[in-house]
């Protein structure tokens, strides 16, 4: 199961790489470029949606079918110490699920806020030259 995890990850960094690069000021030149290959990568990125929902259910799975450690003596201190852990990953791995959906939904909010503005500058430029 680590290589899910391994490419939830992967995409998550990518998406907030994308998205600092098309928020980062001073990127004028290379912004069109930019453009293009965040909008022809948000349709594949959209994949990550039902993927984190897969994920999400996998931990909740787990959280169902794990034993019970309430009290000392039903658990030794090896599987004590098995259970936190597990429960410290599966916090993780939510954390990680949540990051990755909202950064997939600030990518396409602010992708589409871009391309607005560039319409409207190029708005601007024709009115501008027509005057």
């Not at 039902?50 to 169902?64: S, T, V």
Request: with cysteine; charged share 20%.
């Amino acid at each position: 199961m680590a290589l899910e995890w391994v490419v939830l990850s992967y995409a998550a960094g990518a998406e907030a790489i994308m998205l600092l690069l098309l928020t980062i000021p001073g990127l004028d030149p290379l912004r069109k470029g930019l453009i293009a290959v965040t909008r022809n990568l948000l349709k594949p990125f959209l994949s990550i949606v039902p993927f984190c929902l897969f994920l999400l259910m996998d931990i909740y799975w787990k959280y169902e079918t794990r034993p019970t450690c309430e009290s000392s003596e039903s658990c030794s201190p090896s599987e004590h110490l098995r259970h936190q852990k597990s429960i410290m990953k599966s916090q993780r791995n939510a954390l990680l699920i949540a990051s990755a959906l909202v950064f997939y939904w600030l990518l396409y909010s602010v992708t589409g806020l871009v391309v607005k503005v560039e319409q409207l500058n190029k708005r601007v430029e024709k009115l501008k030259a027509q005057d």
